[in-house]
Nanobody, 120 residues
Framework: QVQLVESGGGLVQAGGSLRLSCAAS????????MTWYRQTPGKQRELVAS???????RYADSAKGRFTISRDNTKNTAWLQMNSLKPEDTAVYYC??????????????WGQGTQVTVSS
């Protein structure tokens, strides 16, 4: 069993910053990719940023230059540093991880989500 727990969301004014955390726990052998998605009511969940175990990163165009994803493989944790936040960044942010358990079975899990609200 693998669980993901996000934290760090909240209310911030436009132009401000937040740092989201995603901690994975359980019978983890390795995590190949950790990804942040976000979703607003009535819209599909969209990829914000992802990072591989080798620190290869990928960003949505809306996140480039403002958001930075990072991870610590020894702690099975990823972070999303969000700067210069805009009201349109308001969403529930979800962490998603894919990897292998200690029994070497593949897993893919979602976190419960954390609300980010940016006021204008």
């Amino acid at each position: 069993q693998v669980q993901l727990v996000e934290s760090g969301g909240g209310l911030v004014q436009a132009g401000g910053s937040l740092r989201l955390s995603c901690a994975a726990s359980g019978s983890i052998f390795s995590i190949d990719v950790m990804t942040w998605y976000r979703q607003t009511p009535g819209k599909q969940r969209e990829l914000v940023a992802s990072i591989t175990s080798g620190d290869v990163t990928r960003y949505a165009d809306s996140a480039k230059g403002r958001f930075t994803i990072s991870r610590d493989n020894t702690k099975n944790t990823a972070w999303l540093q969000m700067n210069s936040l805009k009201p349109e960044d308001t969403a529930v942010y979800y962490c998603y991880a894919m990897g292998r358990t200690s029994g070497y079975n593949r897993f893919s899990e979602w976190g419960q989500g954390t609300q980010v609200t940016v006021s204008s």
